[in-house]
């Protein structure tokens, strides 16, 4: 007989294996964003060293989210949750890699990390 893990009363939900997949997805892929973020200001920082496109490159990533995310809900209510997450987190990989791909070849400038965060920014609005 298998023994039931014991959780406290305020992690009750983790008995779901569902939903410990999806908290330990959502947490991992939360953390990629927040050190995505971090990287993308230090590296603006470091290409132009200015205090004013450090904040435009957050601007630019963050307002799509703002602006977009009624969009990206009417979306989800209307087309398939499970395609419209996958066609988001994969734009956001494929983004997210050539703009790896452009800093490692040092060919990563002002316009390119301008254009990637925003179209990052629009993803994620819809994920």
């Given at each position: 007989m298998a023994r039931r893990r014991s959780w406290p009363a305020g992690l009750i939900a983790l008995?779901?294996?569902?939903f410990r997949l999806l908290w330990s997805g959502a947490l991992?892929?939360?953390m990629g964003s927040w050190l995505q973020a971090?990287?993308?200001?230090?590296l603006i920082l470091q290409i132009t060293n200015s205090d004013f496109l450090l904040g435009m490159v957050n601007?630019?990533?963050?307002?799509?989210?703002?602006?977009?995310?009624?969009?990206g809900g009417v979306?989800?209510?209307?087309?398939?949750?499970?395609?419209?997450?996958m066609v988001?987190?994969?734009?956001?990989?494929?983004?997210?890699?050539?703009?790896?791909?452009?800093?490692?070849?040092?060919?990563?400038n002002t316009a390119w990390l301008l254009?990637?965060?925003l179209l990052i920014g629009i993803a994620s609005a819809l994920s």
């Open positions: 008995e779901s294996r569902d991992v892929s939360n971090v990287a993308q200001g230090w601007a630019v990533g963050n307002v799509p989210v703002m602006t977009l995310s009624l969009f979306m989800a209510d209307r087309l398939d949750r499970r395609i419209l997450l988001a987190q994969s734009a956001l990989m494929v983004l997210t890699l050539i703009m790896a791909l452009l800093t490692a070849i040092s060919a990563i254009v990637l965060v």
